[in-house]
T-cell receptor, first 115, second 114 residues
Framework: DSGVTQTPKHLITATGQRVTLRCSPRSGDLSVYWYQQSLDQGLQFLIQYYNGEERAKGNILERFSAQQFPDLHSELNLSSLELGDSALYFC??????????????FGQGTRLTVV | SQQGEEDPQALSIQEGENATMNCSYKTSINNLQWYRQNSGRGLVHLILIRSNEREKHSGRLRVTLDTSKKSSSLLITASRAADTASYFCAGGGYSGAGSYQLTFGKGTKLSVIP
């Protein structure tokens, strides 16, 4: 068990809908990362938060947004869903940002299926 | 974009054999990490090698790093059926904005046949 909790584990929704994925980082970890994993694109970095502030953006679509709350949990909001958004969405946390040697701890992921 | 490119994309070996996976990366890094993923599950951190290190061992794992060639290799010795999984390399480094990021390759799918 990595200590990172993601809910829900599975989500099936229709095109055009909006969903929210939730992540609770390991206790004490300030940094949260979101990744999307699909068969054809591999593991794509979406966005990173550190202690409530956005720190880095990757290949995140404008239809997607995220935030990190004061209690350090994070939510990833996906709207106007398309079939191509079907993927595994992972959250990872790490102790700090700015260190040269930092490993990330991954949750079990949310499998999103858009039908 | 992917930081690392793993090679091979898929590898099938007999139990007891050694498995070697390679990774090349594009930009400068502070460290290179290897992760393992069982089918459809989360990634598990295996080992981290810093940019000023050349080789590191952890149990049956051996990682090398050649920063001049921007490449790394992961060797799993005496493989077991339970080692069957996908293995990803990830480069840890700083973005232009100064934030630390982990950028993953597409992975090597390892199958160990009992």
């Amino acid at each position: 068990d990595s200590g990172v909790t993601q809910t829900p584990k599975h989500l099936i929704t229709a095109t055009g809908q909006r969903v929210t994925l939730r992540c609770s980082p390991r206790s004490g970890d300030l940094s949260v990362y979101w990744y999307q994993q699909s068969l054809d694109q591999g593991l794509q970095f979406l966005i990173q938060y550190y202690n409530g502030e956005e720190r880095a953006k990757g290949n995140i679509l404008e239809r997607f947004s995220a935030q990190q709350f004061p209690d350090l949990h994070s939510e990833l909001n996906l709207s106007s869903l398309e079939l191509g958004d079907s993927a595994l969405y992972f959250c990872a946390s790490s102790e700090k940002t700015g260190l040269s040697s930092t490993e990330a701890f991954f949750g079990q992921g949310t499998r999103l299926t858009v039908v | 974009s992917q930081q690392g490119e793993e090679d091979p994309q898929a590898l099938s070996i007999q139990e007891g054999e050694n498995a070697t996976m390679n990774c090349s990366y594009k930009t400068s890094i502070n460290n290179l990490q290897w992760y393992r993923q069982n089918s459809g599950r989360g990634l598990v951190h295996l080992i981290l090698i810093r940019s000023n290190e050349r080789e590191k061992h952890s149990g049956r794992l051996r990682v090398t790093l050649d920063t001049s060639k921007k490449s790394s290799s992961l060797l799993i010795t005496a493989s077991r059926a339970a080692d069957t999984a996908s293995y990803f390399c990830a480069g840890g480094g700083y973005s232009g904005a100064g934030s630390y990021q982990l950028t993953f390759g597409k992975g090597t799918k390892l199958s160990v046949i009992p």
